[in-house]
């Protein structure tokens, strides 16, 4: 008689989620280089840029494009750091193995407080979107400033235009008229996101 082969158990691992916090900033890196833009708007962001460099103001770039996944950390850290979600009920996403409850509510708000400080958002008074023209590659976050008196500055028809008023810097909206007519628009709700133009001003 045959002896009966008993069938080899099958072992299903199931991956470990890891406690939301700073460490997750690094995961899913995002770009500050314009290469990595969407073509059309890259080269309108850098033409723009050129203009900008040639007046001598200062621009330092801090984002360009960004992968979904960190869209979402982004988003769910800055709406549990400001209690507009729970953490339990935050949406999982495939693939991101991050578990934002620690099973204290106040620990859980400041990891996601650590993570909205890491990614730089602070200041920011508007959760980033999950989908955005960020993830579409057609924006840039970057802070601009002068310290002339008078910014003289090309605006692409190659007029030249001098800023003689207001603040100099990003928020002046002189300069978003000039950033418009090279196609990169400041975000249309202002002082909410005050790094952020694209393609569209959303």
């Known amino acids: 008689m045959t002896p009966t082969t008993e069938p080899t158990p099958v072992v299903v691992t199931i991956a470990e989620k890891e ?20 073509e059309d708007f890259k080269i309108a962001t850098e033409s723009f840029l050129a203009a900008l460099r040639l007046a001598k103001a200062t621009v330092y770039i801090a984002a360009t494009f960004r992968p979904p996944e960190r869209a979402y950390l982004m988003h769910w850290s800055w709406k549990i750091a400001h209690k507009k979600v729970k953490p339990e ?31 730089g958002m602070d200041g920011l008074k508007v959760a980033p979107a999950l989908s955005s023209r960020h993830t579409e ?23 030249e ?25 400041k975000f249309k709700l202002g002082a909410k996101d005050k790094p952020h133009w694209s393609s569209d001003g959303k």
């Open 19 to 38: 406690l939301s916090g700073a460490q997750w900033v690094t995961k899913y890196p995002g770009s500050s280089d314009t290469a990595d833009l969407e």
């Open 89 to 119: 009920k935050v949406p999982a996403r495939s693939g991101i193995l991050i578990e934002w409850d620690h099973g204290d509510e106040e620990k859980s708000i400041q990891a996601a407080k650590s993570m909205v400080s890491s990614y």
């Open 137 to 159: 590659g057609k924006a840039i976050d970057m802070s601009i400033a002068w310290s002339s008196k008078v910014l003289t500055i090309s605006d692409a028809s190659g007029k």
């Open 161 to 185: 235009i001098e800023i003689k008023e207001g603040v100099k810097n990003g928020m002046n909206s002189e300069l978003h008229k000039i950033g418009e007519s090279y196609g990169v628009i």
